[in-house]
Structure formats: C-alpha cells, structure tokens
C-alpha cells in the first residue's frame, strides 16, 4: 500500500508541524506503508531541526515561490543561522505580504506541488493521497489531484483554518476560503483532527456528514523519544517555555505576575525563566519592557531529544493560550509535557480543550493567559506546594503511536473498501 504525502512542513524544517508529520510517516511506514513525501524546497524559516530528518523516506522536494521562499533566496548573508530574516520582518509587515495572496501566503508553490504530484503519479500507483494542513491550500492540490486520478484523498487539519476567530484574510480572501474549505471537506475520503475541538467545531460549521467520516489523531508524544532520559529535581527555580509565541499569545501578563511577586520577594532563590526557541521582534520587545528581563534567558531552539531532557530538567514547564482561542486549541507540547509528569503552569482557557485535558491527568495549575492576579496566585500555590510529589497522568493511549495505529487502521479500511 502506498501514500503521496503532502505537506509543505517536513524536516530539516523544526516545529510541532515537522513534528506531527516526521512522526505519522515514520509509524505508518513501520506499519508496512511505502510513502512518498512531497514538499518544498528548504525556505526560510525560524525552526531547523537537523535531527528530525528521515532518511529512510523518499523526500521529494518542490521549489516554491512563497514569501517563505523568496526570503530564503534574499537572504545574501548566508553565514546569518537560518530564520534570521524572518524572524526580524515585523509582524505587521508579514500580515500585510500574507493578505496579498488568495487561500494563504504559501499558494505560490501549488503549480511546482501539483506538477511534481503528476509526474510522480504517472510512474508510480498510489492508493491513497495524505494531505496535511496547513498552509491549508495544500488542500486545493489534493483536491485537484484527487479529482484528476480518482486517487482518494485524506485530509490532516492540524489546526483551524477559517473558523479561527485570528483569521485576519480579509474580504473576497475569507469568502474564497470558506468556500474552499468546505469543498475540500466534502470531498475527502477521511477528514483527520489534530483535536476534538477542531473535529466538532468542523461539523459545526460545515455540516453533520462529518462525524462519520472524520477521527481525532492527537500529536501525542514519542516513547522511544524518552528512552534513556532521566528527569532530575534542580536546585534553582527553573520555569521553562518551548516553541513560538505569536498571533494573539504572550507572556506579558506572566512576567507582570513574576515582577509582582519578585517586588513581594515571593520568588524561591535563583527562580530562572528559560525561552526556548526562535522569538521574533516583538517578543523580544515585550522582555525589554517586562522589568524582570534579568530572569529570563533566551536559548536557541535545541535539537528535538535535547528539548525533551532540559524538559526532564525544569521545574516547572509553561503552557500559554489565549482565552479568545477557540475550544479545541491545543498546542503540541502539551502532549510532551505530559510525559515529563512535570507541573504544568498552564496559562490557558477554563472550559476548553488544553483544561479539560490538563485536569483529566491530574494538573490543577491553571489560570488564565490575560489575567495578572490569576496568574500571581497560581504561582504562588505552586511555589507553596514545590516538593510535594503529585500523581501526574500520561495515559498511553494519548502517545504518538497508539494515535497513529488508530489511523492506520482507517487507512486501511479506505484501502480495502469496495470501490464504488
């Protein structure tokens, strides 16, 4: 049995993207899939992660002329590590170049997409054609090679596309969108979620026919990943973040919670806040402007098993959503910091998803992304209780594997099912 996968995310790009993908190709092929990876041509981009690479896919790369791309080529300076460029283009400069285009910003590479996926399928049978998504007008490649070839087509929606209440395309964009979108769905043979939010609001918003055709796939985390990790207790007070923040997320109600209990000398002795990643601009003017810049410390992006370990080695690890987020916003991460049965300082929505989740494997840390005293309190519960060995959860069902042998079993069913 054999798979055209298509993302546009895949190593030597980093990222929960990269993440989800290396991990679903890797299972599935350890399953007995034969898969064929179409994406683009390395851009430029804040997250490399040389590690993720799999060598044992067969990786086809597809020159692009998206903004990602562009910027690579721009990019005279090739001793500057990669992702300088972009993460140093302001925000607004990047929503304004993201609102030119039709669908998303990364369409410029669906001619070079659909073009590769034609000639690799006038040499190769496919039984099935994988599309994750985002940029969700990878989708429309699918759509069309599907539709040409009678080849089904499955569709990964690793997030929110139009019912995103931070969609910010605007006009004819959003209408063209909403209107692709609800092709694409219908049109899939599977409709995969990365959540159940996502899952229930897509049947919401797009018609009851879902639910029968559609299957939650958490990120989950990796067992083998943790083999040989030990998770140790540090001296210091080491509150640890992984991954971007951006769109409408921030710590800065939270470095105004650490001032004011620095100014209460509520903090434990030699308290850290470690960032680890790539921050754009603003990020980096919101620490300038937190008044405990002194506490925090920026640390590059680490290759993925390290992250795991200085995971292991923190105190106690950030979580941050934005209460405006819609109910089935879960970051990645979330899954990882579930295996570390480390605290959880979870900054996100009550009554959502990340809660519901968070407090059905024990953590009751949590408070609100905008609330300064919310989040003041909470950390003050959490410094009283430092040391106290809590029963934190991470049920087996929810890692990578057991989710991705849920998917290969519907893969299957759509392999073997009587054509019509």
Request: aromatic letters at 10%; proline letters at 5%.
């Amino acid at each position: 049995m054999r798979i055209l996968y298509i993302s546009y995310f895949y190593p030597p790009l980093g990222g929960p993207a990269a993440l989800r993908n290396t991990a679903v190709v890797k299972h599935l092929r350890a399953s007995g899939w034969e898969i064929d990876v179409l994406t683009v041509r390395d851009p430029e981009y804040n997250y490399h992660d040389e590690s993720l690479e799999d060598m044992a896919s067969s990786v086809i790369r597809v020159p692009s002329l998206d903004p990602m791309s562009i910027l690579k080529k721009l990019r005279f300076n090739k001793a500057k590590s990669a992702g300088t460029l972009y993460r140093q283009t302001p925000e607004s400069l990047k929503l304004k170049l993201r609102r030119l285009f039709p669908l998303d910003d990364k369409s410029p590479w669906l001619p070079f997409l659909i073009r590769s996926a034609k000639q690799l399928m006038a040499k190769q049978k496919y039984d099935l054609i994988y599309v994750s998504c985002g940029p969700f007008s990878s989708g429309l490649a699918a759509w069309k090679l599907s539709r040409s070839s009678g080849i089904p087509y499955v569709y990964d929606a690793r997030d929110y596309w139009t019912l995103l209440s931070d969609y910010q395309l605007q006009g004819w964009s959003r209408q063209l969108s909403r209107s692709w979108e609800a092709r694409i769905l219908k049109a899939a043979a599977l409709v995969v979620t990365a959540t159940d939010g996502i899952r229930e609001d897509l049947a919401d918003g797009f018609g009851a026919y879902l639910p029968d055709k559609s299957l939650t796939v958490f990120n989950g985390w990796d067992e083998d990943e943790f083999q040989g990790l030990e998770a140790s207790e540090p001296e210091d007070f080491i509150l640890s973040y992984y991954g971007n923040i951006y769109a409408r997320r921030s710590l800065s109600a939270f470095y105004a919670a650490v001032s004011k209990l620095q100014r209460e000398n509520a903090l434990p002795p030699n308290t850290r806040i470690r960032l680890y990643g790539s921050f754009n601009r603003e990020v980096l003017q919101e620490i300038a402007s937190s008044g405990i810049q002194a506490l925090i410390e920026l640390i590059e992006q680490l290759p993925h098993r390290e992250a795991l370990q200085s995971m292991l080695n923190s105190s106690v690890l950030l979580l941050v959503i934005n209460s405006s987020s819609p109910r089935g916003t879960l970051t990645s991460k979330v899954f990882e910091y579930l295996r570390t049965r480390k605290p959880i300082l979870a900054m996100v929505p009550a009554h959502k998803e990340a809660a519901k989740l968070l407090n059905s494997c024990n953590h009751d840390y949590l408070c609100a992304m905008e609330s300064v005293d919310g989040i003041a309190q909470t950390l003050r519960r959490l410094i009283s209780e430092r040391g106290i060995k809590k029963d934190y959860l991470c049920p087996v069902e929810l890692s990578r594997k057991a989710q991705i042998s849920r998917l290969e079993a519907r893969l299957s069913e759509l392999v073997h099912q009587p054509k019509k």
